[in-house]
């Protein structure tokens, strides 16, 4: 935080009357720890030595400062998934992006103020795999004496789901680096880290034999719902019970009722869950969505939701998981979002836009000397395959240094073709550290377009620095002078990251109100691994709140 900036923090903490003031600290220590699942123990990279990590507790206004403490042998970097980061973008996290990772032995104070947003979200290490264990929940409540825009609930519970290995993760990833190919998918996925009661050896993974939700009959619960998996989309659900939806990715939506919620890495859900029966034990089940021919972890993770006066040894009502490739199932949860659209919580959506981009997502074959069979499969934007810089490219753009990106990167595909049909003869993708400039303040809209290269996806994609409203979604290619008549421009949902349709696509808009450089990503961690990201860099405005602070003096050196 710059000079000027902590003295008006401390301005504002003379004046209590005015406005509330917090500074919460956390001390996060990256240590190793033995940890037991699926009948084998492993030494995984951990904070505090928690798997997951310690829940962030804040309130809309806080100023929020976590000292990260390095104390393994690889580097380290932590994003604040979903926070904003107004003028702090040395705070976000993500290694060569943002800040030169921490290295053994270093520490960093990541300090930040939650500026505009509640709700749930999440904190993750954003370097090599290492989020696979390093990740927990983010918190933030209203500013006090503010109500929640629906009834309270009795008790708030987080639900975090995940991934796990039997083998040491960062090993899968250098084997299928050296090979070209694709890494092994993981062994279980996991709530609250517990792969559940039904889960072969759950017994020796865990003295309670998963997670469990202990509720009170007529009593309503609001389960934060977050997805820290690496690379699968899941579906949850609970039996016998519907969830209300209330809220995603920090901001409120219209509340809907639904049986399944389904959820992308790096996405959050809030749910309004009533213990309407008067007794017994129901199973909870996460489980995959994948409807292209893409090899996938089909284990499903089970926890269990338990009333209050049921015996433990009662049998459990168990529930069947939607088919892998139930699209219709997800479409169904998707389309039903809308932002709340009220007047204390507006959908400030833009009506003109100042770039209008059309980025295709898709896979490549790139050669590859070393690997087995002469080449390696890789991802990308517009047919760039992006290459991560050696120093971090906001210290690059603050200290105008030359050399370590260039600000072409392409607005449109360089070829157009049928994006959804054939692929074009050539696999081959361009590689390079290419940015996208925009003005502060300009309006945006980006046009998300999946592509049958090698086999259609679906891609959850992270836009760090900002919120975005998901102003249209189809299935085909998109068609610039027809789709845009039936874009939501009234309440379309408002959320950072999204779930762009295989063989389909996505629009989204958002306004370019916060300088930095704001990297832009698959959260599948393969596909980012393999080059599907890229980086806005947003240059200054004029006004005294519309530029970027100064580095922190602790910031990380490469």
């Not at 209330?246 to 009533?274: H, R």
Request: aromatic share 10%; net charge positive; hydrophobic share 40%.
């Amino acid at each position: 935080m710059g000079k000027w900036a902590r003295v008006l923090v401390l301005m504002v903490c003379l004046f209590p009357a005015m406005v509330e003031c917090i500074v919460r600290h956390y001390k996060f220590n990256v240590v190793m720890k033995n940890t037991t699942r699926l009948c084998a123990t492993k030494p995984i990279v951990t904070i505090n030595g928690k798997f997951p990590g310690p829940t962030l507790y804040a309130r809309e206004g806080d100023t929020v400062l976590v000292k990260v403490v390095n104390h393994v042998k690889y580097n380290v970097s932590i994003h604040w998934h979903g926070i904003r980061q107004l003028q702090t973008g040395w705070a976000d996290g993500p290694a060569y992006i943002t800040q030169c990772p921490i290295q053994p032995g270093q520490n960093y104070i990541y300090n930040f103020t939650i500026t505009g947003q509640r709700g749930t979200l999440l904190w993750h290490a954003h370097i090599l795999w290492l989020r696979a264990t390093v990740y927990g929940a983010i918190v933030v409540l209203p500013k006090r004496g503010v109500p929640y825009p629906f009834p309270k609930p009795h008790k708030e519970v987080v639900m975090i789901l995940g991934e796990w290995w039997n083998s040491d993760v960062e090993a899968v990833v250098d084997e299928a680096t050296k090979s070209g190919f694709a890494p092994n998918v993981s062994d279980a996925h996991t709530i609250n880290g517990y792969p559940g009661p039904l889960a072969s050896c759950s017994s020796k993974s865990s003295s309670k034999g998963g997670f469990t939700l202990k509720v009170k009959s007529g009593e309503t619960y609001m389960l934060r719902i977050i997805n820290a998996a690496l690379n699968e989309e899941l579906f949850f659900k609970i039996a016998k019970h519907r969830l209300t939806v209330v809220e995603v990715d920090a901001t409120y939506v219209k509340p809907f009722k639904t049986n399944t919620i389904v959820i992308a890495p790096g996405q959050t859900t809030n749910v309004l869950l009533t213990a309407d029966r008067s007794s017994g034990n129901y199973l909870v089940s996460v489980s995959p969505f994948m409807d292209s021919p893409i090899a996938v972890d089909n284990v499903t993770a089970t926890a269990t939701v338990h009333y209050f006066g049921t015996l433990t040894t009662s049998p459990i009502t168990l529930i069947t998981p939607p088919p892998i490739t139930a699209t219709p199932v997800a479409t169904n949860f998707t389309d039903a979002l809308r932002s709340l659209n009220s007047k204390l919580y507006p959908a400030n959506v833009p009506l003109t836009v100042d770039h209008s981009l059309l980025f295709t997502l898709g896979l490549g074959i790139n050669p590859c000397p070393t690997c087995p069979n002469g080449n390696r499969v890789v991802a990308d934007i517009n047919n760039v395959s992006f290459v991560m810089p050696t120093t971090a490219l906001l210290q690059a753009h603050f200290f105008n240094t030359s050399g370590v990106f260039t600000d072409d990167f392409p607005g449109n595909p360089p070829v157009t073709f049928n994006y959804t049909g054939a692929p074009p003869t050539s696999l081959q993708t361009t590689n390079g550290t290419r940015l996208y400039r925009l003005a502060y303040n300009s309006t945006v809209q980006v046009v998300l377009q999946d592509t049958g290269i090698i086999a259609p996806e679906n891609h959850p994609i992270h836009l760090h620095g900002f919120n975005f409203f998901a102003v249209g979604t189809g299935l085909g290619n998109y068609n610039p002078k027809t789709d845009p008549k039936n874009f939501n421009l009234v309440d379309p949902v408002e959320r950072n990251t999204i779930g762009v349709p295989s063989g389909g696509w996505s629009a989204i808009r958002f306004r370019a109100d916060n300088p930095g450089v704001w990297f832009m990503h698959c959260h599948l961690e393969v596909h980012t691994t393999w080059g599907l990201k890229m980086a806005f860099v947003v240059d200054n405005g004029k006004g005294p709140n519309e530029s970027l602070l100064p580095p922190p003096r602790d910031l990380p050196t490469c």
